[in-house]
């Protein structure tokens, strides 16, 4: 009787090892991967994100990995001495489905401390800026997606009280400077209220949406469109989600005012000048729906003026038959250079100045893995940029330059946000210094 028990721990002991000794060897390798992703990460500068990142209470987290299942984009998430940690935080574009996720309500999306972030301007729970009656909405705030865009323009426009009379000598009681969807949400709320109001840009409506290449898919999450509709789908097609603002526009009659660029902001009587290049507002309340990523930034390179040289990609299918160089390591550069890869004819070269593609999204990471190993794009990693020809351009990667033959150079080197012009208005920012490269 004593043997058979024995026997039946025995097989018992060994079923139990050959079934949790491979998970567990298999859970210990993968925490040292995260480890040592999450090393070269800090070590990269890439573990802290570029807008709204998870934020992860420790003590709750019981290290289920439901979060890092639940990501969309991959790499974002890991899990570290059997916590949840931030591998790579400029793959974060805020979905949210982490926090929804978690069983135990141990994460949030959020901004962090904005106190100490110096790309963030602060601002309360209406989105008023240290500047009463100047609000910001939109991914100027720090929070990217369009869901969060539409519901900060909707949310602001009704938190904003304009109770008493309004001052005759004032042009509107509120003017919205950016026809982005926050912009543009922030107006059909205005409509809906029956406020006085006017929403310019300099473009035309869409906002960065408008800088997409063609059919593009946009990302989204349910929402209300105030006085439309509702967005419903996951994706949209980037001609498809325009189409949606232009009817939305048209069925509410919105008041918006396009051609007109924002030059300065001053505090007067009862509100604001709103000075444009070519005209003068005045208004009670002001709220900037702004895009972070402002003027395309510049390489600084001999030959960069030339009308080869471009900074965005709208249309990949007008571009056969040509030497292309893809000067960027965001999705913007990539999504570029796969598209123009596609088209026949093409050599495409893409240059980055790190040592691989870590900040792009999961989708494109696995598309343009698979080009680069066809060899339909190649990647010059650790380089720069020297010199732009005529029909050349020149790339020094470890010291060494190499004569690229070259047709068109297209440069996603990310922008300078629009914080300076933001700062002579009198709006504060977190913390003491202020990069204003942005990287997209």
């Known amino acids: ?219 989204t999450q349910p929402v209300e469109i105030p006085g439309y509709i509702r967005l419903d789908k996951p994706e949209y097609e980037k001609e498809e989600l325009l189409e949606i603002w232009q009817s939305a526009i048209d069925h509410n009659q919105l008041n918006i005012r396009t051609g007109l660029q924002l030059v300065a902001i001053q505090p007067r009587e009862h509100g604001f000048d709103i000075s444009t290049k070519t005209e003068e507002f005045s208004a009670r309340r002001v709220i900037l729906a702004l895009g972070r990523r402002g003027s395309p930034r510049k390489l600084g390179v001999p030959g960069e003026e030339l009308p080869k040289v471009m900074y965005q990609l709208i249309d990949a299918v007008q571009y056969r038959n040509n030497h292309l160089l893809v000067v960027g390591g965001g999705d913007s550069a990539v999504e570029a250079a796969m598209g123009l890869a596609k088209q026949p004819g093409n050599t495409v070269t893409i240059s980055y100045r790190k040592t691989k593609f870590f900040r792009i999204k999961k989708r494109n990471d696995e598309r343009l893995t698979q080009m680069l190993e066809a060899g339909s794009i190649r990647a010059v990693f650790d380089s720069g940029i020297k010199e732009i020809g005529p029909n050349f351009v020149e790339v020094e990667q470890n010291g060494v330059i190499e004569q690229l033959r070259n047709d068109y150079v297209f440069v996603f080197a990310g922008g300078v946000p629009p914080f300076k012009l933001l700062q002579d208005m009198g709006i504060a920012f977190g913390g003491e210094k202020r990069d204003l490269a942005v990287t997209t």
Not at 105 to 134: C, N
Request: charged share 20%; glycine share 12%.
């Open 1 to 219: 009787m004593l043997s058979e028990s024995i026997i039946i721990w025995a097989i018992t002991g060994l079923f139990a090892a050959a079934v949790i000794l491979p998970y567990a060897l298999r859970s210990i390798g993968k925490q040292r991967t995260n480890l040592a992703d999450k090393q070269e990460a800090v070590s990269l500068g890439i573990d802290k994100p570029k807008a709204q990142f998870p934020l992860i209470d420790d003590v709750a987290c019981i290290g289920c990995g439901s979060c890092i299942r639940a990501c969309p984009e991959g790499g974002v998430l890991g899990l570290v001495g059997g916590k949840a940690t931030i591998i790579n935080g400029f793959r974060c574009v805020g979905h949210g489905l982490c926090a929804e996720a978690c069983p135990v309500e141990a994460l949030t999306i959020g901004l962090g401390d904005m106190k100490s972030r110096p790309d963030i301007p602060i601002l309360d729970q209406d989105f008023e800026t240290t500047v009463p009656g100047l609000y910001v909405v939109g991914e100027l705030g720090g929070l990217a997606l369009i869901k969060n865009a539409i519901s900060q323009g909707t949310a602001c426009v009704e938190a904003i009280r304009l109770d008493a009379k309004p001052h005759g000598d004032l042009d509107y009681d509120l003017m919205i400077v950016g026809a982005g969807p926050a912009g543009l949400s922030a107006g059909l709320m205005a409509a809906q209220l029956g406020i006085n109001y006017l929403v310019i840009d300099q473009q035309e409506p869409g906002g960065t949406i408008l800088q997409y290449p063609r059919k593009k898919l946009v990302l």
